[in-house]
């Protein structure tokens, strides 16, 4: 049925732990080495016997795993996981919800379907292959997501040009693989926003940031609000409806800026409290001491690879130093981290150093993470990258600022 890929001794440990990848240096050989293509379905096996069933890739990952039972990934397969996860999404309240039809359907790993991500954003479904197999398995999938989800889907775009690797040469395009709309307003909680799947950041919107964007509207009342590295706006538009006193929303991007003025203006129209600046955070953040009594620090991921975990600690430590050190005493800080080899405790501890730094009084009044829809295999602790802290600061006559 599937070529069959056998395993080094005492290499299949991992998977008896339900771990869903395969490194390349866990393989002893390939049945058909020379002619397996990318993205093919192989069986994996340790001294014969069967262990695994997924996707083979070249790379540090060479199998995903997609069933830990032998069985044949046909079109029930994919129906039954999908329809698993629309099943928990349902549960949580996230889907079939009149104040929100914009979530995440699969979560790759979380939802045992290591390499797809597909969000949804009214009846358009937004797919996301991260794995070669995943692209050569994209109109299976496609099919499996117009049969389970029915009216709830009428249009399917796949979004996978910059998620594939390079130099697999698989001429991926964007594009609608399943209907076609130009109608691309999500609604969240009741707010609208306009989402950018043809050219913006991961499928257009940051999903995972629901729930935050959420407290932070209870923060928000009478406060001045600044958010940093804005995108496209979501803790502004949160804060807005939260009443706050006045919002300014930065990024460096031209573009963001412009989406976050459009998502205001969808949301509420002729409002003067809101005004966005394209400008440098650190810059923005060194010429405004003392303004704003509610700030967000949501950067985008300064670590990618562990080469680069140093750095990237000490670029979260300069930036909340920063906050810190310009937020109003007793304001209220929200910090993130979405850098996936960056660990809580790691994110806090730069917080930590931050907060000393600045000579900061600080109690974290929150600790956040991304929500249920964005789901952690309890197998895959690598799947969990979303972390950040709600500070409330004071300045403090006691604490001396630590050297940099």
Not at 196 to 211: A, C, M, N, P, V
Not at 213 to 223: C, T
Not at 337 to 356: D, L, M
């Amino acid at each position: 049925m599937y070529k069959k890929v056998y395993l080094k001794q005492g290499k299949e440990e991992s998977l008896k732990r339900f771990h869903p990848w395969i490194f390349s240096g866990a393989i002893q050989t390939i049945e058909g080495k020379d002619d397996i293509e990318e993205g093919e379905t192989v069986r994996v096996l340790t001294s014969g016997e069967f262990i695994a069933v997924g996707h083979y890739q070249i790379g540090s990952i060479a199998i995903r795993v997609l069933s830990f039972d032998d069985v044949e990934i046909d079109e029930s397969f994919w129906e039954n996981r999908i329809l698993s996860a629309l099943q928990v999404r349902i549960s949580i309240g996230i889907a079939d919800n009149l104040q929100n039809d914009t979530y995440r359907l699969i979560h790759g790993e979380g939802d045992n379907l290591p390499g797809l991500i597909v969000d949804c954003y009214g009846k358009t479904a937004v797919m996301q292959a991260h794995s070669v197999g995943m692209h050569v398995a994209r109109m299976a999938v496609c099919h499996a997501l117009v049969k389970v989800m029915g009216a709830r889907i009428e249009h399917i775009y796949y979004k996978s040009d910059t998620t594939l690797p390079f130099k697999a040469e698989l001429g991926q395009e964007n594009g609608f693989i399943y209907g076609g709309s130009d109608d691309n307003i999500g609604k969240e909680n009741d707010l609208l926003f306009h989402v950018d799947w043809l050219k913006g950041q991961k499928t257009g919107f940051f999903i995972d940031q629901r729930d935050n964007r959420s407290l932070l509207e209870k923060y928000a009342r009478g406060r001045s609000v600044l958010n940093m590295f804005c995108y496209t706006g979501g803790f502004s538009v949160y804060a807005m409806r939260g009443q706050a006193k006045l919002v300014h929303s930065v990024d460096s991007s031209a573009k963001a800026v412009e989406l976050t003025n459009q998502n205001i203006a969808l949301n509420f129209p002729q409002d003067t409290r809101h005004e966005a600046f394209c400008e440098d955070a650190f810059k923005y953040l060194d010429t405004h001491d003392g303004k704003y009594d509610l700030i967000v620090l949501d950067p985008p991921a300064f670590a990618k690879h562990r080469s680069t975990l140093r750095n990237a600690l000490k670029g979260y430590t300069r930036l909340n130093v920063k906050g810190f050190q310009q937020i109003k005493s007793g304001g209220v800080l929200f910090t993130f981290s979405c850098s996936q080899v960056v660990t809580k405790e790691q994110f806090r501890n730069a917080v930590f150093t931050a907060a000393a730094q600045a000579g900061r009084k600080v109690r974290i009044l929150h600790q956040l993470h991304q929500p249920a829809d964005h789901p952690i295999n309890i197998y895959h602790p690598e799947g969990e990258y979303l972390k950040g802290l709600v500070c409330r600061a004071r300045l403090s006559q006691h604490i001396n600022s630590l050297s940099t």
